[in-house]
């Protein structure tokens, strides 16, 4: 795959999609978005990939935000398309991919990088990164669904007083507070990434799948996570995946997931 804004690459079962703009600490800008798609549905298409890492290139950003030189002329009309079709394509695209996705935060996370990091399924931190939302410094508030995963990882109040201050929070702070499940020194970052990455690509990618979409139906309006997750558990058994790992678990062996 060739791009202008991201690197993408296969190792083993993982892919790993590297967010290109150092110059401007990684900011999304729209190409940037639209390649990112491009990228998640081809390795979620891709049935040797296992799980996705996602990070920022250098060693400073993961993504400071969306590029605010793209969006400050905005209108009414055009800031709303841009987060709906934002949402649309990456962020709620990333959420509901049925390949588990990593986000390895190298640096800042800010804005529109903070909500892409959460809208992966989960986050590991390096020590230098810092992560907020100052969309309100700029007055406006954040658009690509960041007002909704923030509480859902942290809590109301404490989402409530990151929006509202706009300020960044440490690595460590992040991890206190549920944000991102592991803090390690940069040079570890990718290398505990692909450690889980190893761990989660041993079990059933189907059964993986499911349980995503699970978790996720708790946090939709309207629908019900725990019907969801009857449903689900109960699709779960007409799976060869689910045959093969109850019968590996009986024979007392590793199972074998194709
Ligand atoms: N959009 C567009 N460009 C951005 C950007 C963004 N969100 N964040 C950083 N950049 C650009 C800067 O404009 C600068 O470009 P230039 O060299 O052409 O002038 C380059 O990236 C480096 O950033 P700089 O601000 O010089 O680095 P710094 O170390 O002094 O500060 C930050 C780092 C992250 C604190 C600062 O860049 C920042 O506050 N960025 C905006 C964060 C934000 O508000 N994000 C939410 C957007 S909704």
Not at 41 to 68: L, M, Q, Y
Not at 79 to 95: H, N, P, S, V
Not at 114 to 129: D, I, K
């Amino acid at each position: 795959m060739n791009f202008e804004n991201i690197l993408t690459d296969k190792k083993g079962l993982i892919g790993f999609i590297t967010i290109n703009r150092p110059t401007k600490l990684n900011a999304l800008n729209k190409k940037t978005i639209e390649e990112l798609h491009i990228a998640f549905k081809s390795f979620n298409d891709n049935r040797k990939i296992k799980v996705i890492i996602i990070t920022g290139s250098g060693e400073k950003a993961f993504v400071a935000g969306a590029d605010i030189s793209e969006f400050a002329n905005f209108s009414i009309e055009e800031g709303t398309e841009l987060a709906r079709k934002g949402q649309e394509i990456l962020f709620d695209y990333i959420q509901n991919l049925e390949t588990p996705v990593i986000a390895a935060i190298n640096g800042f996370a800010l804005g529109g990088g903070l909500e892409l990091a959460m809208a992966a399924h989960f986050r590991v931190a390096s020590t230098n990164a810092k992560m907020g939302l100052p969309e309100v410094s700029l007055g406006v508030i954040p658009g690509y669904g960041g007002t909704q995963r923030l509480p859902q990882l942290v809590g109301k109040g404490k989402a409530l007083e990151m929006i509202m201050s706009a300020s960044m929070i440490s690595a460590e702070e992040a991890k206190n507070w549920g944000l991102v499940n592991y803090v390690v020194e940069q040079l570890e970052l990718l290398p505990l990434c692909i450690k889980l990455a190893d761990k989660i690509s041993k079990n059933s990618s189907v059964a993986i799948a499911a349980a995503i979409k699970a978790v996720n139906a708790n946090y939709t309006n309207c629908v019900n996570g725990y019907a969801v997750e009857i449903e689900q558990f109960g699709v779960s058994f007409g799976t060869d995946d689910f045959a093969e790992g109850t019968t590996a678990f009986l024979e007392k062996r590793t199972p074998n997931f194709e």
